[in-house]
């Protein structure tokens, strides 16, 4: 690599030099000067990459044992992927949660629908909605399964009559309560 710098910059400077015969002789001159200078770059260059490459590789060398002397020899190699994930004994790796629902009794007096859904879902449909189910005057209690703690919940209670406005409830997760649970009254 440094003769090819060498080669290049000689090239370089022959071809940029000479122009009459006057500055022949000065641009010669110039130009052994510019490669005796280039050359004693390079070498120099060359002692001081030696130098820290030698110098890198004691450091690595040294690293290494280090390495090597703080972990334990029974530890597995560490995998990739899934392979790699260090989880609790403890932990099930289940995020549902259940959610129990209730309408009371004297919520609605005729018959009526209900449509549990995501609080944030623009509309109503089976893809964001986890309960669709008639309800009366005896009231309805289900059980829920929502698939995370975050889920926010909004119920609207829909008559079969065209002419009442539908009743909103919302919920939310409580961390405080060992058993979720939403009475709608």
Known sequence: MNKLIVTLMTLLLTACGGGGSEGSSNSQSTSNTAQASVTNTTQTQSSNQAQQ????????????EQVAEEQPAEEAPVGEGMEAVVVDGGFDFQTDVPVTVSVAPDVVNGRAYINV???DAALTNDDTCFLRAPVD???LTVQLELPHSEQKLKAEIWYYSTGVEPLVYTWEFDGTQQQQAWTIN
């Open 117 to 119: 859904c995501q609080q």
């Open 137 to 139: 005057s005896n009231g």
């Open 53 to 64: 490459d030698n110098a890198t590789e004691q450091q690595a060398s040294s690293t290494e």
